[in-house]
């Protein structure tokens, strides 16, 4: 979810405790700050992130990073969660 309460899909292509990559039909608004939500084999991971400089654009989307904020911003729980998510050796 956007910042101002709209929805973008996107596709994740790769994730770790500190941020990943998404595909998007349209890029974001770097430092634009978002909720990434995708669902593991333990369940459910969520979190607040800031989207950073694409690194393609092309006609069919772009390809984009994001970053989780540390603790004492907005990435606290994501990274819990996303912990205890590959703690049990299950990743997404």
């Known amino acids: 979810m ?16 500190t941020g990943g990559l998404l595909r998007l ?7 634009d700050f978002v909720e990434v939500a995708f669902q593991t084999q333990s369940g459910p991971v969520r979190g607040m992130a800031e989207m950073l400089t ?12 994001f970053r989780v904020p540390d603790e004492t911003q907005h990435g606290g729980r994501f990274q819990l969660i996303f912990g205890v998510a590959r703690s049990h050796g299950r990743s997404g």
Not at 54 to 65: F, K, S
Request: cysteine-free; overall charge positive; proline content about 6%.
């Open 54 to 65: 694409p690194v393609r654009l092309a006609t069919d989307g772009a390809l984009q990073p």
């Open 25 to 31: 039909a349209k890029s974001l608004g770097q430092g």
């Open 2 to 17: 956007l910042e101002d309460g709209k929805r973008a899909k996107a596709k994740l292509q790769t994730v770790s405790v």
